[in-house]
């Protein structure tokens, strides 16, 4: 009895978000990074009658950052773009997935700190590439 329950979801609320405003050309511009998460959770283990339980839900949080931008001032749509650099965070909690899923979210959020630290460390690696991509995107506009 390995797998009783498999579930998969999407946090849609950002865990961690960093904002950069930078002035390309005269024209300042917002590269907003949000981090979000796709949740996988099995339950392992069974649950006997009046035994002991032993199910546990095994939880995997793959978190990718996104990058929105914009022009720094106005109500723009944001091109959006999903970053390389995904992060595994791993947990598991007692019981079956179903009734720890709100404890599974509480671990996920307890780490918010090191997501932030991630999002940072990802936002300062693209800023190469933005910039290369802000320049063609110029030329292809003055052409």
Do not use: F
Not at 3 to 31: F, I, K, M
Not at 102 to 121: I, K
Not at 126 to 132: C, G, I, K, S, V
Request: charged content about 20%; aromatic content about 2%; hydrophobic content about 45%.
């Amino acid at each position: 009895m390995i797998a009783l329950a498999l579930a998969a979801t999407a946090l849609a609320a950002p865990l961690a978000s960093h904002d950069v405003v930078l002035t390309h050309g005269a024209t300042p511009v917002r590269a907003s990074y949000q981090a979000h998460a796709d949740m996988r959770m099995k339950t392992i283990g069974m649950s006997a009658g009046t035994r002991m339980s032993t199910e546990r839900c095994r939880w995997i949080a793959t978190v990718r950052v996104e990058r929105q931008l914009a022009p720094a001032h106005g109500n723009h749509h944001p091109l959006s773009r999903t970053l390389a650099g995904a992060r595994k965070i791993e947990g598991s909690r007692p019981g079956h997935c179903m009734t720890a899923r709100a404890g599974v979210q509480r671990d996920l959020a307890a780490r918010t700190g090191d997501l932030h630290d991630h999002v940072r460390a990802v936002a300062a690696a693209d800023q190469p590439t933005l910039l290369a991509e802000l320049k063609t995107v110029r030329a292809l506009a003055l052409d």
